[in-house]
Every structure is written in C-alpha cells, then in structure tokens.
C-alpha cells in the first residue's frame, strides 16, 4: 500500500513536472507519502512547496517553471519572456513576472524575482500558454512583450527595447499590426512608431 503510494507520487511529479503538496490532496494522497518518496530518492525539494523526481531533465526554464508554479495567475514578462522568444542577448538574472495591482506577491528562495504590476488590458492581452517541463506557464507573446519594453522602458533601458523590436522585426516572430495593437494597448504606440518606421524603411 505504501509503496504504492509513494509511486503514484512519483508519477504525478513526472507528469506534471513540479509537484506541489496541494496537487496530491486534490488527487486524494496524503502528504506523507511526499515525505516519504523524498526521504527514498525519488524526488528532490527544488524550492519550499516545490518538488520534482530526482534526475529529471531540467529545462533551461526551468527558473520560469518555478516561478510559474508558485503563481499561477502571473505572467513571464520582460526581460525574461524576451530570453524565451531569443529575442535579447540579455542573460536576465532574475525571473520578471507581470501580476495585477493588488495582486500577493509568492516568496521563491531559489529564483530572484522582479515584480511588475499591469492592470487591465495590458496584464491580460498577448498571453500566451507553454509548456515548461511539465509546468503551464504563463508567457507574454513576442508582440506584446516588445511593447511592454517600450511601456517599461525607464526601468529596463530604451536600448533593450529597440534591440527586441529589430530582432522581433528581423526574426519575424512579431507582425507590424500586433506590434501597433499591443502598442496602443501600453500605451506606447507612439512611442514606437518611429522605431518601427525606420526599421521597415
């Protein structure tokens, strides 16, 4: 029975990738058998409430995965939804992740964290659904992400900005008409206009 046990949650870390204790009680297995299936080096403890199957292969996102996993209703944004399109050149050393104004900020002791606060729209626009070893992760799409560079342009620098929309542009990963949408959504179209110009010219 036991043994069992432990092997469904086994299972369950390898399906989903991360396993946090919540995600057996809604499968109705106690947490001791989490315990248990660590104590017998069948999962490692990643980060408080954060597990995965020992020797699993480790995505090189897998600091996103985390994050994601410990909020849900977050978004990859920035300097890091940038790195996941190759889109910058920028190695970003933190995780940036877009919540809503009120929204609780989760505690991670493994990965930093840079908090962004977008409401309306622009935290619910241009969202995009990966899977990151398992985990389901919320990620700016290309377009939107250019804008929001723009938008966030005083915190990140304007030079990473114009540097994502040339490789957006270049690679094709991001259309002119979603760059314009997503501009007027952040409010930045203007902004962006002659950037996008000269780059088409």
Same mark, same amino acid.
């Given at each position: 029975?036991?043994?069992?046990?432990?092997?469904?949650?086994?299972?369950?870390?390898?399906?989903?990738?991360?396993?946090?204790?919540?995600?057996?009680?809604?499968?109705?297995?106690?947490?001791?058998?989490? #315990?248990?299936?660590?104590?017998?080096?069948?999962?490692?403890? /990643?980060? @408080?409430?954060?597990? %995965?199957?020992v020797g +699993?292969? *480790?995505?090189?996102?897998?600091?996103?995965?985390?994050?994601?996993?410990?909020?849900?209703?977050?978004?990859?944004?920035?300097?890091?939804?940038?790195?996941?399109?190759?889109?910058?050149?920028?190695?970003?050393?933190?995780?940036?992740?877009?919540?809503?104004?009120r929204a #609780?900020?989760?505690?991670?002791?493994?990965?930093?964290?840079? /908090?962004? @606060?977008?409401?309306? %729209?622009?935290?619910? +626009?241009? *969202?995009?659904?990966?899977?990151?070893?398992?985990?389901?992760?919320?990620?700016?799409?290309?377009?939107?992400?250019?804008?929001?560079?723009?938008?966030?342009?005083?915190?990140?620098?304007?030079?990473?900005?114009?540097?994502?929309?040339?490789?957006?542009?270049?690679?094709?990963?991001?259309?002119?008409?979603?760059?314009?949408?997503?501009?007027?959504?952040?409010?930045?179209?203007?902004?962006?206009?002659?950037? *996008?110009?000269?780059?088409?010219?």
């Amino acid at each position: 029975m036991v043994a069992s046990r432990v092997s469904k949650v086994v299972e369950l870390a390898r399906r989903k990738g991360l396993l946090r204790p919540r995600d057996l009680a809604e499968v109705g297995i106690a947490r001791e058998y989490l #315990r248990l299936a660590v104590e017998r080096g069948l999962l490692e403890r /990643v980060a @408080r409430g954060l597990y %995965r199957p020992v020797g +699993a292969t *480790v995505s090189e996102h897998v600091s996103l995965a985390e994050v994601c996993k410990k909020a849900p209703s977050g978004v990859i944004c920035l300097l890091s939804a940038l790195s996941f399109h190759e889109l910058t050149t920028q190695l970003p050393r933190a995780v940036w992740l877009a919540v809503g104004p009120r929204a #609780r900020v989760p505690a991670i002791e493994t990965v930093g964290l840079e /908090v962004v @606060r977008f409401s309306g %729209r622009a935290l619910t +626009a241009g *969202v995009e659904t990966h899977d990151i070893g398992g985990v389901e992760a919320r990620v700016f799409g290309a377009a939107k992400t250019v804008a929001d560079c723009f938008k966030c342009r005083s915190r990140i620098g304007p030079d990473v900005a114009i540097e994502a929309l040339r490789d957006a542009l270049g690679q094709r990963k991001a259309a002119v008409d979603d760059l314009v949408r997503y501009g007027r959504i952040c409010r930045v179209a203007e902004v962006m206009r002659p950037y *996008v110009e000269a780059m088409l010219a």
